[in-house]
């Protein structure tokens, strides 16, 4: 069956190891197997949801774009496009805001992690942030959407909303889209606290991975990253209690597309300073020629501005029709 496939990533800067084997690595598979028709959009509004400083936005648009690109994603094959460009994402998202319940929303655990003990204080938009991304995936006829776990819950509240949605107006306007989470590392942990999401925010630069990172900088974090003291697990029951170990042995099997418990055998028992050569060397010779793909892209503003507009024009030509039925089913006027 032909997949319709979305996803998105926020041009938040500081893209790390775990978008990339959470997200774009998955990305890029996608798009080269046959017959799948992929989307994949820079989601700054999204990112807007906390607050960006407007002088580095547009380079962190720029950024994002050239990590797709830089990763193997192609724009021939390919919608690639950024958010804001297309406003049926924005007139989506307030119409299925009139689908969704108070009470799913509650639920969303992001939120209350995003939010802390200042909820009161956020954006309304962190709040309202996942009936956009349903407008996202819906607006495409996703069927389905690559994405880390930490989204899985987000992805469930826009099956939620496409079922709400097909069953108030007896429809069947949207399929419902299934989450695709693959590869190894669907959970990269950060590098100084195996019990904490690898992420963009994470105040230390030692804590992640970044996809602009140089070869002497992979191999400086990945020497320093957080160990116990214990040779390394021999079993994946005893890996699992071990979230440091754990971590970097599914890095490992990603970045080398084996399973983990290929890795466990070849390294089990062993020390870490000998593992973690390895990784490093491994991890330098799989991102390396992305950063350096990504920074020759950087320098050339022109060509990662036309990228998105072509993608712009592709994303709404599929867009709109969609929105156009979407209107027509709720009885609205749209000239
Ligand atoms: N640590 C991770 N492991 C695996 N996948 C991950 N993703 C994010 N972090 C990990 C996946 O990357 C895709 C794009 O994510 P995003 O741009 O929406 O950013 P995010 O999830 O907000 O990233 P951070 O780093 O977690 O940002 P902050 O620090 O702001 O919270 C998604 O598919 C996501 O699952």
Do not use: K
């Given at each position: 069956m032909k997949k319709k496939i979305f996803s998105g990533v926020q041009p938040?800067?500081?893209?790390h190891l775990g978008n990339y084997l959470g997200a774009i690595k998955n990305f890029v598979a996608l798009q080269n197997e046959k017959d799948n028709e992929c989307v994949y959009c820079v989601v700054d509004l999204h990112a807007i949801t906390v607050k960006q400083d407007p002088k580095v936005l547009k380079d962190n648009i720029r950024e994002t774009t050239a990590a797709f690109l830089a990763s193997g994603l192609d724009y021939r094959k390919s919608i690639i496009f950024n958010q804001s460009l297309v406003p049926a994402h924005s007139e989506g998202s307030w119409i299925l805001g009139c689908i969704a319940r108070m009470g799913w929303l509650n639920r969303m655990t992001q939120f209350k992690e995003k939010a802390g003990k200042d909820k009161e204080k956020v954006s309304v938009g962190l709040y309202i942030y996942p009936i956009l991304m349903a407008a996202d995936i819906l607006l495409y006829d996703s069927t389905h959407v690559p994405v880390g776990e930490d989204q899985k819950q987000h992805l469930e509240l826009t099956r939620d909303i496409a079922q709400k949605f097909n069953n108030d107006f007896k429809t069947d306007i949207f399929p419902i889209p299934e989450p695709?989470?693959?590869?190894?590392?669907?959970r990269v942990m950060s590098l100084r606290d195996g019990l904490k999401k690898m992420s963009k925010s994470d105040p230390s630069d030692y804590s992640r991975i970044m996809l602009s990172d140089s070869e002497d900088e992979i191999v400086k974090k990945i020497k320093k990253a957080k160990t116990d003291p214990l040779p390394l697990p021999d079993n994946l029951d005893d890996a699992k209690n071990r979230p440091e170990a754990i971590n970097l042995l599914t890095i490992y099997a990603a970045l080398s597309d084996q399973e983990i418990g290929t890795v466990i055998s070849e390294y089990g028992g062993k020390e870490f300073s000998q593992f973690k050569n390895d990784l490093g060397e491994l991890a330098s010779a799989k991102l390396s020629p992305i950063s350096v793909e990504m920074n020759k892209l950087m320098k050339d503003e022109n060509y990662l501005d036309s990228v998105i507009i072509k993608g712009k024009e592709r994303a709404i030509n599929v867009a709109d029709p969609v929105l156009n039925k979407i209107y027509e089913i709720i009885g609205l006027f749209r000239g």
């Open positions: 938040t800067g500081n893209l695709l989470i693959l590869g190894e590392a669907t």
